[in-house]
């Protein structure tokens, strides 16, 4: 089982530059999630998205942007990079059901703007 | 406002003792449900724990237990028998249903077991 997969695992981008980080899941889950974690520190939500369509900010949305235009992909924009976007990105994803739920997290982008 | 909170930055503990890790929230959402990861020097999470809020006995998961309180909005993460493989970053986190499954996380708990 594939689970959640993020692209890429590790990326250098430049200040100013842009680009997508990738996430998949194959669960028919209905949530997904878009965490940052920077050295030491807990997630902090960025994005979530309850279904296809549907996307709301999480804590930490500036400078970032999402779509869910199909149930499986949530990829995450960052346009104009700054240094402050230098974290680890994870992307998750939970059935959204109710009851006892899993948050199934992706291995995580590893992401330095310089 | 800070809906999740840790306060305990780093713990020791000596290995085959129990620990207590606290967490406690905030919420006015009737339902929600909280949940434990530990996050090993890896950096995967690993999902451990799940308790929700109508849930009348506390949640176990083998070594794994959540103390809540609900009146006092505490959900403690106690792991009995420490292992040297324990040694890791714990994480507390809530999901408010009535918030369209958004799931915040508190600052997390390093947790480092002594032989």
């Known amino acids: 089982n594939a689970g959640v997969t993020q692209t890429p695992k590790f990326r250098i981008l430049k200040i100013g530059q842009s680009m997508t980080l990738q996430c998949t899941q194959d669960?028919?889950?209905?949530?997904m999630y878009w965490y940052r974690q920077d050295p030491g520190m807990g997630l902090k939500l960025i994005y979530y998205s309850v279904g296809a369509g549907i996307t709301d900010k999480g804590e930490v949305p500036n400078g970032y942007n999402v779509s869910r235009s199909t149930t499986e992909d949530f990829p995450l924009r960052l346009e104009l990079a700054a240094p402050s976007q230098t974290s680890v990105y994870f992307c998750?994803?939970?059935?959204?059901?109710?009851?006892?739920?899993?948050?199934?997290f992706g291995s995580g982008t590893q992401l330095s703007v310089l | 406002a800070q809906k999740i909170t840790q306060t305990q930055p780093g713990m020791f503990v000596q290995e085959k003792e129990a620990v207590t890790l606290d967490c406690t929230y905030d919420t006015s959402d009737p339902s929600y449900g909280l949940f434990w990861y530990k996050q090993p020097s890896s950096g995967e999470m690993i999902f451990l724990i799940y308790q929700g809020s109508y849930d009348q006995q506390n949640a176990t998961e083998g070594r794994y237990s959540l103390n809540f309180q609900k009146a006092r909005k505490s959900a403690n993460l106690v792991i009995s028998a420490s292992q040297l493989g324990d040694s890791a970053m714990y994480f507390c986190?809530?999901?408010?249903?009535?918030?369209?499954?958004?799931?915040?996380f508190g600052q997390g708990t390093e947790l480092s077991v002594k032989p």
């Open positions: 998750a994803s939970s059935s959204g059901s109710g009851g006892v739920e899993k948050l199934f």
């Open positions: 669960m028919n889950h209905n949530y």
């Open positions: 986190a809530m999901r408010e249903d009535n918030q369209g499954g958004k799931l915040i």
